[in-house]
């Protein structure tokens, strides 16, 4: 079936310092693929989104790749700030009637001044 | 622009006492609507969804049950509330097809003691 994965459950960094987090993906066909993010006490907000279309999708200085290839959609930034701080879900639009969204397990970015 | 509210923000419950959660979305006619549940620390998983009126679809069965009363109004129930209930509830809505983006409400949080 379908599915996400997302192995680094925890990221820590200092500000200015390059993040990357890393998810691959499963699935027949060409999924639409999300990165949303979620602050403590809310629910998740997207970040971004990126298609077959146009396989690049950036957003507040964040930037994701789909790779069919490599099934990979991995996120990253060049320069963290404390304000990234937050949990970032990969996530996979499967399309399959109104179940719409797999989401991967999370990735925890703590990010120190 | 449309906005979506959960009701209430907070509650604390007895195991084997009913339940009854709240979404509404203002703004947007015939949206897709979504539960999701997510346990402390944990990723979000789809509980049900609902396309139109009247018509609500599992996707895992927890012990709820959802209806949709009114075109932006998507409801949470259970008669009888588990331990394994606590976790964080959200509900998120959709205004096209499986692959648009969903847009998540800020979540109630249920502690069941």
């Known amino acids: 079936g379908n599915s996400v994965t997302q192995m680094q459950g925890q990221v820590t960094l200092s500000e200015e310092e390059f993040l990357f987090i890393n998810c691959t993906y499963s699935t027949t066909g060409y999924p639409t693929l999300f990165w949303y993010v979620q602050y403590p006490g809310e629910g998740p907000q997207l970040l971004l989104k990126v298609t077959t279309a146009n396989n690049k999708g950036s957003s507040r200085g964040f930037e994701a790749t789909y790779d069919k290839g490599t099934t990979s959609f991995h996120l990253q930034k060049a320069s963290v700030q404390e304000s990234d701080s937050a949990v970032y879900y990969c996530v996979l639009g499967d399309g399959q009637g109104g179940r719409a969204l797999i989401f991967g397990t999370g990735t925890t970015v703590s990010v120190s001044p | 622009a449309q906005t979506i509210h959960q009701w209430p923000v907070a509650e604390i419950k007895a195991v084997g006492s009913p339940l009854s959660l709240g979404c509404t979305i203002k703004?947007?006619?015939?949206?897709?609507l979504y539960w999701y549940w997510q346990a402390t620390g944990g990723t979000l998983q789809q509980l049900f969804y609902s396309i139109t009126v009247g018509q609500v679809e599992s996707v895992v069965q927890l012990n709820l049950s959802a209806s949709r009363p009114k075109d932006d109004q998507f409801i949470l129930s259970t008669e009888k509330l588990l331990l394994s209930h606590s976790g964080f509830y959200l509900c998120?809505?959709?205004?096209?097809?499986?692959?648009?983006?969903?847009?998540f409400g800020p979540g109630t949080r249920l502690t069941v003691l």
């Open positions: 703004g947007k006619s015939s949206p897709n």
């Open positions: 998120a809505w959709t205004g096209l097809g499986g692959l648009a983006e969903q847009f």
